[in-house]
């Protein structure tokens, strides 16, 4: 078979997926966003961050922030007459601080992962009542994670839905 028959036969399989694949309901869903902007996730995570060791590590963060700013403020007034040593002491403190608030905010981004992470084991268990519920109810053919999507109408994307109907199915329990 020469090489013009097979890219023609290559064309016209391609344009035949094609015309299957727009005859599909399609649609996306992010289960995490919808997960995490329900009402349930909501309350949980601000009664997880309301804690006073919570809130211990967040003014501590805040502060460290507040210092590390002063150290700059403070090389941008006065930097220009420091010694060699006082410019080496700076900036040892300045890196000290940094390291610090780094330290302290990944460990305050760590809580809050871990807290929606158990928001989302929390739901999963409706997650996939209503997802399937949500299939059934629109005869979708295929679902796809939102975020590996480059491109979607709004129209195809159920997150909200998925969020409304948590937001109703835990109102209930």
Known sequence: MSFIVRVCLFCIVV????????QQNVFVVDIEAGALRSDFAKDFLNK????????????????LRGEFKALQDDAQTNGLTWSDEQKNTFNGQLEQKL??????????????????????????PDIE?????????????????????????????????????????????
Do not use: H, P
């Not at 961050?49 to 502060?63: D, I, P, R």
């Not at 295929?142 to 109408?153: G, H």
């Open 48 to 63: 997880a961050t309301s804690t006073e060791n919570y809130k211990n590590g967040v003014a501590e963060y805040n502060k």
């Open 129 to 173: 009542k209503i997802i399937q519920a949500i299939i059934e109810e629109k005869n979708v053919d295929i679902l796809m994670n939102s975020k590996a999507v480059y491109f979607q109408k709004l129209e195809f994307d159920i997150t909200a839905e998925l969020t409304e109907k948590l937001n109703v199915l835990k109102a209930e329990k």
């Open 99 to 124: 390291k610090e608030i780094n330290q302290l905010g990944g460990q305050l981004e760590s809580a809050r992962s871990s807290l929606q992470g158990r928001v989302i084991q929390e739901l999963t």
């Open 15 to 22: 344009s035949i997926s094609s015309i299957s694949i727009a």
